[in-house]
């Protein structure tokens, strides 16, 4: 790197320069997307979740921040979601991929975000970072006959709009609240209204329920079901199966535990497709006190983090779950204590397996005492995310 290289925030005079970076990253924006694009750009920067890294005048990397809300162990924690990580082709291995990813870092630190979660394009500059695998987004193919097949006539199905989008989210809420999920994304009314206003999809309400869907050239494709009984299921379902007549295939994002493993009568396609994200712990304490725990389980623990990129987070702490609810404090004591990584930290958040880390050598120290207890402490349902971002 030159000392001419600096981080900056990005204005609305540097996007035609981003632009250029982002074709040369992901390729040309699709005709008609440009003016999207430069809408959504608008509302991150001014908003300072826009950096970039310019070398003199030039803008040659960029990335934007979401200002997410994520479900962890069925509550929500504020997640910066880091998107749209580019770096002009000559500038790359030259350490601005790094000096653009630090100041994303310290921008979500400053906006208040104990975690950050991304899709890697490559895992070794994030895991150098400190992000780990935190879950998975899932496609599953069905047969669309096989769901048409379901039932469930017995359940009132109406058509959906944007005045439903406050029902949606209620719906939404009580299914990941009661079934202690982690991973998905909390999307604000406004999006979630726009979301049932587009013409290309097909969203269907029941008291219970509601499913949104379209067409992915001659398969449709569920963006996201939500019931709370089983004939509503079927209801749903059925309702995306009734398209078989033209549509052979359902592609539908769904989790690995999903209802609809259990109740179609022939299993998915065997060629599922994953898309990994990574998360990462900004915030350790804030973290810890936002997420959600196993019901039941005390633990009292002894963690002795090392995190070289967020200082605050390093030492030895004292990590108290109860009730649900779980505290990191600073300690003194001498006695064991579970050294982990930042890495390490961001798995065992999400529910990774002490064993995975200790084999890894990201979880070092403690006894198997602990081990057990961290582990039934996070453990819970498969993260996994409905959305790209």
Do not use: C
């Amino acid at each position: 790197m030159t000392d001419a290289l600096r981080l900056v925030d990005i204005t609305e005079d540097h996007l035609d320069a981003v632009v250029r970076v982002r074709a040369r990253s992901f390729g040309p924006l699709a005709p008609g997307d440009h003016e999207r694009w430069t809408k959504d750009a608008v509302e991150f920067l001014r908003d300072g979740r826009y950096l970039g890294v310019a070398d003199g005048d030039e803008v040659v990397a960029a990335a934007r921040i979401w200002d997410f809300q994520q479900w962890w162990g069925g509550r929500r924690v504020p997640m910066a979601g880091v998107a749209g990580v580019v770096v002009s082709p000559e500038y790359r291995g030259r350490g601005v991929g790094s000096l653009l990813m630090r100041g994303v870092l310290q921008r979500s630190l400053d906006k208040g975000f104990p975690l950050t979660a991304l899709y890697p394009a490559t895992t070794v500059i994030y895991r150098h970072l400190g992000y780990e695998y935190g879950g998975g987004r899932y496609r599953f193919d069905f047969q669309a006959a096989d769901l048409r097949s379901l039932g469930g006539k017995e359940v009132t199905v109406r058509r959906a709009g944007p005045a439903d989008a406050a029902r949606v989210l209620e719906l939404v809420a009580e299914a990941h609240q009661s079934g202690h999920a982690s991973g998905l994304l909390v999307w604000p009314e406004s999006k979630v209204a726009e979301w049932l206003e587009d013409e290309s999809n097909f969203a269907y309400l029941a008291d219970d329920g509601f499913v949104v869907y379209n067409w992915d050239h001659r398969n449709l494709s569920v963006d996201e079901l939500i019931a709370h009984s089983e004939a509503t299921a079927r209801a749903l379902w059925s309702t995306v199966g009734s398209g078989s007549s033209i549509a052979s295939t359902v592609q539908a994002y769904v989790s690995p535990h999903d209802p609809i493993h259990y109740l179609a009568e022939h299993e998915a396609d065997k060629q599922a497709q994953v898309q990994r994200w990574m998360l990462r712990l900004l915030d350790a304490p804030a973290a810890i006190a936002a997420r959600g725990y196993a019901p039941g389980v005390e633990v009292d623990v002894d963690l002795d983090l090392q995190d070289p990129e967020v200082p605050a987070n390093n030492g030895r702490w004292h990590l108290s779950i109860s009730n649900s609810q779980g505290t990191l404090t600073p300690t003194e004591t001498s006695g064991e204590a579970t050294r982990l990584t930042p890495r390490a930290l961001a798995a065992l958040y999400a529910g990774t397996p002490l064993k995975t880390l200790r084999t890894t050598g990201q979880a070092t120290g403690g006894n198997p005492t602990q081990d057990n207890l961290l582990q039934t402490a996070f453990t819970g349902p498969t993260p996994y995310m409905l959305d790209y971002f």
